[in-house]
Every structure is written in C-alpha cells, then in structure tokens.
C-alpha cells in the first residue's frame, strides 16, 4: 500500500524558515517523480513544485509564488522527500501535501498533510 | 501560465442525478488534464486522468471526456459517497495549474 507521510508543519513567524519531510513507503521511492501541493485554508489547490528522478539529475519545478524560496529536494536512500521553505510569508499558511507522480505526469497518491501556519 | 476555469463553482443536487462540471483551459492543453475529489478535511483523490481514462478503483459512473480547451467530468447517477468538491488540473506545461474547485452538494 501506497503511503506518503509528511511532518515538520507548525507556526512560524513571517521571514522565518521551516523544512517539511515527507516518508513514503509502499513503492520504489527511486522510480517516481514528487511534487508538493499546497491549500490555503478554505481556498483551492495549489500546486507548489517538482523534483524528477536520478536520471534526469533530480531537477526540480516550482510555482513563481515560492521560486527562490522555496527548495525540493529527496534523498532517495531513505525514501523521503523534503521542502524546505524560507523566507516564509503569511500567505505561505497553508496545508501542505507530498504527492507521488505516476507516468511522469499526474500525480497518483497523496499524504494526509501537513498545516504550515505563519503568523506574528 | 495557463488558467483553469471551472463551472459551475457551486452545484446542489439530489442523489440518482446526473451532474457535468465543465473545466475550461486558457489555451490548448491538449488531453493533459486530471479530475481529483476532495471531501472536507481529507486529501484529494484522482479520478481520471490524460482527460478521460479512469483511475483504478474509481467507480465507472464518473467518467471524463474533451481535449484541446474544454473538459466535462460526468458523475451519471449521484450517489451520497459523491457530495465533495471536484477540481481539474493541467499538466501540459508549468506551472501545473488548478482549476478553481466545484463544490456538490445535496439538493
């Protein structure tokens, strides 16, 4: 069975920084493209960015709203994925999900969420 | 970047109806997009994908269609499990953006 597991949310004050994690087990980790995706309380889905494989050099994706802050990234060794965010903004509060990209394309299975709250 | 409308944004309905939200794509996407359900306090789950082929485990009465701009999710008879917010997704080009979201609720 499929399971993405994200940690790491709380509170943080604004310009602050935080690193989510995300363990994931029930696949080959290493075969699958990650993203995360993000929902603003009440509000839509948000998508956040990418990282490919290791044969396509990890590279990475990322929503005009988070590029240069934000930072993807998976250590395929332990089967995680991370996000570190810095320079967080109070409209960065949100839950963040990890995700698992079948095909390339579209994203499969989702973790339960993790709650970012930034706030003073 | 591409926008994604969606409509309507709000849908009441009764059990045993046939409901259509349409997704309409700012410029040509192709067959890239995906149809996810989210119930309140939970993750979102795929339903169907490349705009038409049924994620498995997904019952058959949902069932998606169109390329190019616009986009339908058909639901063919309601049932109570379905009440959710249903939100479209493009992933022709970055970033890969989301439609808005409509909410189903019972009529």
């Known amino acids: 069975e499929v399971q993405l597991v994200e940690s790491g949310g709380g509170l943080v004050q604004p310009g602050g920084s935080l690193r989510l994690s995300c363990a994931a087990s029930g696949f080959t980790f290493s075969d699958h493209y990650m993203e995360w995706v993000r929902q603003a309380p009440g509000k839509g889905l948000e998508w956040v960015g990418r990282i490919r494989k290791k044969v396509n050099s990890y590279t990475t994706e990322y929503a005009a709203s988070v590029k240069g802050r934000f930072t993807i990234s998976r250590d395929d060794s332990k089967n995680s994925l991370y996000l570190q965010m810095n320079s967080l903004k109070t409209e960065d509060t949100a839950v963040y999900y990890c995700?698992?990209?079948?095909?390339?394309?579209?994203?499969?299975?989702w973790g339960q969420g993790t709650l970012v709250t930034v706030s003073s | 970047d591409i926008q994604l409308t969606q409509s309507p944004s709000f849908l009441s309905a009764s059990v045993g109806d046939r409901v259509t939200i349409t997704c309409r794509a700012s410029q040509d996407i192709s067959s890239y997009l995906a149809w996810y359900q989210q119930k309140p306090g939970k993750a979102p789950k795929l339903l169907i994908y490349?705009?038409?082929t049924l994620q498995s485990g997904v019952p058959s009465r949902f069932s998606g269609s169109g390329s190019g701009t616009e986009f339908t999710l058909t639901i063919s008879s309601l049932q109570p499990e379905d009440f959710a917010t249903y939100y479209c997704q493009q992933v022709n080009s970055y970033p890969h953006t989301f439609g808005g979201g409509t909410k189903v609720e019972i009529k």
């Open positions: 490349a705009a038409s």
């Open positions: 995700t698992r990209v079948r095909a390339v394309y579209y994203v499969d299975y």
